[in-house]
């Protein structure tokens, strides 16, 4: 399985830019983003569940961050606005199979696929 994780790029900080995350043609049961910001661990920022279309967002990007999908292209989106220069980071898309609970969505040992990482930079 080959996750393509794109979209990244420079913003200036309160603009937006959109992620998206495709794989091989296929759907899997959650979808997720996490992020490293330079010099910290990896944390989780949003996940997504394919059958019931439900979200989950880490508390630091409610509000200006939004999951959604297109169903004709299998691909999962992550719309990011009012960009902060604390989400300058490298974003990761990670899939699993199978649809994993809330409670377990923003841990990274749940995920068996990851993407190869897109950089976003928000200059301030």
């Known amino acids: 399985v080959q996750l393509q994780a794109s979209g990244g790029g420079l913003v200036q900080a309160g603009g937006s830019l959109r992620l998206s995350c495709a794989a091989s043609?296929?759907?899997?049961?959650?979808y997720a983003w996490f992020r490293r910001a330079p010099g910290k661990e990896r944390t989780f920022v949003a996940a997504?569940?394919?059958?019931?279309?439900?979200?989950q967002y880490a508390d630091s990007v409610k509000g200006r961050f939004t999951m959604s999908r297109d169903m004709a292209k299998k691909t999962v989106y992550l719309q990011m606005n009012s960009l902060k220069s604390e989400d300058t980071a490298v974003y990761y898309c990670?899939?699993?199979?199978?649809?994993?609970?809330?409670?377990?969505?923003?841990?990274?040992?749940?995920?068996?696929?990851w993407g190869q990482g897109t950089q976003v930079t928000v200059s301030s």
């Open positions: 997504y569940t394919w059958s019931d279309n439900n979200k």
């Open positions: 990670a899939t699993r199979e199978n649809r994993i609970i809330p409670a377990y969505r923003p841990m990274d040992a749940y995920y068996e696929y």
């Open positions: 043609g296929r759907t899997f049961g959650t």
